[in-house]
Nanobody, 129 residues
């Protein structure tokens, strides 16, 4: 089991920045790929960014490229999402998630919700115009 707790959400004006953090406890954090997802009211949960268990590979959804940065600190068992140039359409609940490593493709960063086994409860991000 892996327990995930997100923090850092809040209210910010358009163009501003926020840094989300996700602290993990339980099984070995460094054995999991980590992802950030978000869900806006009335919409499906979507991937924001993901990072491999080594930290060497990252993935970003197209609308986040150049604005968001995912990183991890395995010693602190924490994954971060630095968000800049925020837009009102970024308003959503942001979730942290952990995915086990695939034996057939250990370095492939998963980008779909169904690949992630453990989820946090989410943190609200609201961007005002």
């Amino acid at each position: 089991q892996v327990q995930l707790v997100e923090s850092g959400g809040g209210l910010v004006q358009a163009g501003g920045s926020l840094r989300l953090a996700c602290a993990a406890s339980g099984r070995t954090f460094s054995s999991y790929h980590m992802g950030w997802f978000r869900q806006a009211p009335g919409k499906e949960r979507e991937v924001v960014a993901a990072i491999s268990w080594t930290g060497g590979r990252t993935y970003y959804a197209d609308s986040m490229k150049g604005r968001f940065t995912i990183s991890r600190d395995n010693a602190k068992r924490t994954v971060y999402l630095q968000m800049s140039s925020l837009k009102p359409e970024d308003t959503a609940i942001y979730y942290c998630a952990a995915a086990g490593i695939s034996q057939s493709a250990p370095l492939m960063v998963p980008t779909t919700t169904r690949r992630y086994n453990y989820w946090g409860h989410g943190t609200q991000v609201t961007v005002s115009s």
